[in-house]
């Protein structure tokens, strides 16, 4: 069953892969995932030069040799966005794999609690800067040979398939983001186009917003461990049927497919109970939680 194919699958190993948000908390774990399996990394993020130098510094140290490098950007500004991408294809010779990791969330009202320049804003990083990056990567890709093979993989939410008027600003960027990425599916078999679509993940980002969810769904047996995130990235990277695709992770389950941007709420909902139940059975018979990804391996 998809993703899970026997057709061989994209080999990471020695591919360079840009990461947008790449000194993120999401990120940071997906970075040494990559560089275990032997990629090299160019990161992207707003702060600073020295932040970055010195994360990829110590990827640099630990590897022995130069497979991390750092490029300071605004994705809220087009200028940026060209430079980004222009310098990312110069540092290591090309870019195999775009990881579009950049967000931030929105909370609250839409019409009390955000403006129009907070909407713009908001707007531009969830949603704008991936499409641009994304025009950017298969310009260049295209540019360099019909043989050459590519990914990008998104990253969405499950608020983009649960309406909510507190999530509004986010949601709505999210699903357009999957709208976006099942629309590319044309672009296969050169380039494939996917992207996950994770439950609240276990992070700084979302633990700052727990006081503001009154919901029974949210609760361990449903967020996601960021471990599940990368696995999910990490599949959708490999897989040779990827193209067009999001996949929904939940709880303990990370590969669960959208079958369409309109997938209704109460499918969501669905998954959201089964995920808590399994996770309560679980916990009955002792098994502990354990991540999904076995970057050990790669070693």
């Keep these: 069953m998809w993703p899970f194919t026997q057709e061989k699958k994209y080999d990471i190993r020695g591919k360079t892969v840009l990461v947008t948000g790449g000194l993120g908390c999401l990120s940071e774990h997906l970075n040494e995932t990559l560089l275990g399996m032997g990629a090299k990394l160019v990161l992207t993020d707003f702060l600073s030069d020295d932040e970055g130098s010195k994360k990829c510094q110590e990827y640099n140290d630990k590897a022995g040799r130069r497979v991390a490098a750092y490029i300071r950007a605004d994705l809220t500004s087009l200028d940026d ?3 980004m991408v222009d310098k990312a294809f110069r540092v290591f010779e090309t870019v195999d794999v775009l990881v579009n990791n950049i967000g931030m969330p929105a909370y609250g009202d839409f019409y009390e609690d955000h403006d129009s320049k907070s909407i713009a804003y908001n707007l531009d990083v969830n949603l704008r800067a991936a499409m641009i990056a994304t ?5 260049k890709v295209r540019a360099s040979g019909t043989n050459r093979e590519a990914a990008v993989v998104s ?3 499950i608020s983009s398939m649960m309406p909510n008027e507190h ?3 986010y949601g709505t960027s999210k699903a357009a983001l999957i709208y976006f990425t099942q629309a590319n599916a044309y672009l296969a078999p050169q380039i494939r186009v996917s992207c996950v679509a994770p ?6 980002m979302v633990n700052r917003y727990k006081k503001h969810i009154d919901s029974p769904y949210y609760n361990v047996h449903t967020v996601v461990p960021i471990e599940n995130v990368t696995a999910a990235t990490i599949k959708l990277i490999e897989s040779r049927c990827s193209a067009g695709q999001s996949i929904i992770s939940i709880g303990d389950w990370y590969t669960l497919p959208v079958w ?3 997938a209704s709420k109460a499918y969501m909902y669905i998954l959201i ?5 399994v996770g309560i059975l679980k916990a009955m018979v002792g098994i502990r939680r354990q ?3 076995d970057k050990e391996k790669y070693r």
Aim: cysteine-free; charged content about 15%; overall charge negative.
């Design 291 to 293: 991540p999904q990804f």
């Design 273 to 277: 109970l089964l995920s808590w139940v």
């Design 135 to 139: 025009r950017l990567f298969v310009e």
């Design 81 to 83: 966005l060209e430079m």
């Design 199 to 204: 439950f609240m993940v276990d992070s700084p």
């Design 260 to 262: 369409h941007f309109t």
């Design 167 to 169: 999530f509004m600003l």
């Design 155 to 157: 990253n969405s939410s």
